[in-house]
């Protein structure tokens, strides 16, 4: 492999003239700089990364942390957010955390190794342990999708509450009353907002609250979540059930169609996220959708703000911003030709 060495041996040249023509960080009369053009050109010379980034500072290079890159929702944010720094002139980092505390330790370490410019995060959970990691990263870092207790950075996400409310009100309007609801993680924020969206919209208007069983967000845990709901509510079953991610959803359609009920007309069922496949079940999954473009490029465009502050400057204040959901209507949760009279909302049963 050829050194920065053999181009100006090559051109004729000292080593800082050919490093001038290359990083364009002083004039050079261009038949000299032709003749180290052609040199770097014969050789197949590949400037250092690593030296250039150690010179200026800075690599262009974004590490992001997320916590299950096998969720579809996941993949797409990350498909957002990359395009957002590919725009910008910055590469992506991806590291996956798989809600291991010990493991985003691990990536921490590696990502400032890599003199990453900055963090993109979206957090696994509210343990204390995995808050104390990133609290104590010098890096730049902006929060997405979830808020994280206790760690004072820029967060942007969806209003979690109101999407939970969506959900519950579309129910609502079709005329269910027994509406069931399958949280995620009760350590996780977002998830409690979600649910939090599903109580007050059945409290607005009277309706019992009761029908909650947390799971992981996986579609196996909403499967197994859903069949206990239909089992210990045989007597009484719920004629809704709003899954607070997509998966869940689709888990829940399985466990639906098993115990030989009819989705939607005994149970109309809505998930969260609205990721590409919510369009492909069986029926076509209603789901509240996250703007999952417009958050990639509000925490990229806050995390440039910071890195651009440079590193010693005092940390930009801890703002949050919510974006709003869309209900995404689709068969899952269809009205039926003769179903009850609409629930409006704010009256009281």
């Known amino acids: 492999m050829s050194s920065i060495k053999d181009v100006a041996r090559l051109a004729g040249v000292s080593v800082t003239t050919v490093s001038h023509v290359l990083n364009k960080t002083r004039s050079v009369l261009p038949a000299t700089q032709e003749r180290v053009l052609e040199a770097v050109q014969t050789l197949g010379y590949v400037p ?5 980034s150690l010179k200026i500072n800075a690599t262009h290079t974004i590490g992001m942390l997320v916590p299950d890159n096998s969720n579809p929702y996941f993949a797409e944010l990350v498909r957002a957010v990359e395009d957002a720094c ?6 992506l ?9 010990g493991r985003q330790q691990v990536y921490l ?3 400032s190794q890599k003199r990453v410019d900055g963090l993109i995060v979206a957090s696994t959970s509210d343990d204390a342990l995995m808050s104390q990691h990133l609290a104590q990263t010098a890096l730049p870092m902006v929060l997405i999708d979830r808020a994280i207790a206790g760690l004072e950075r820029p967060c ?3 209003d979690h509450v109101q999407g939970g409310m969506l959900a519950t009100q579309h129910l609502m309007a079709l005329g269910r009353k027994r509406i069931a609801c399958v949280g995620g993680p009760q350590d996780l924020q977002s998830s409690e907002q979600r649910v939090q969206g599903w109580r007050q919209a059945l409290q607005l208007v009277g309706l019992p609250s009761d029908l909650l069983v947390h799971s992981d967000f996986t579609a196996n845990g909403g499967y197994v979540a859903m069949r206990r709901l239909l089992r210990d509510r045989a007597a009484d079953r719920p004629t809704a059930v709003f899954a607070c991610n997509d998966l869940m959803a689709m888990g829940a359609l399985r466990a639906v169609h098993e115990a030989g009920l009819q989705v939607p007309r005994d149970v109309a069922v809505v998930g969260y996220d609205d990721i590409e496949l919510a369009g492909y079940t069986q029926p076509a999954l209603t789901t509240v959708a996250q703007p999952t473009q417009a958050m990639a490029e509000q925490a990229l465009a806050w995390l440039l703000e910071r890195i651009q502050a440079g590193r010693s400057a005092e940390p930009v204040a801890a703002a949050t911003q919510l974006l709003v959901p869309a209900l995404v209507t689709r068969e899952s949760s269809r009205a039926l030709a003769r179903a009850a009279v609409p629930i409006a909302i704010g ?3």
């Not at 590919?86 to 590469?91: D, M, N, Q, S, W």
């Not at 980092?93 to 505390?101: E, I, M, Q």
């Open 48 to 52: 250092s990364a690593v030296a250039r």
């Open 86 to 91: 590919f725009a910008a002139g910055y590469a």
């Open 93 to 101: 980092l991806l590291c996956n955390t798989d809600n291991h505390a």
């Open 109 to 111: 370490d590696v990502l």
């Open 156 to 158: 942007v996400q969806t």
């Open 347 to 349: 009256e009281t049963l």
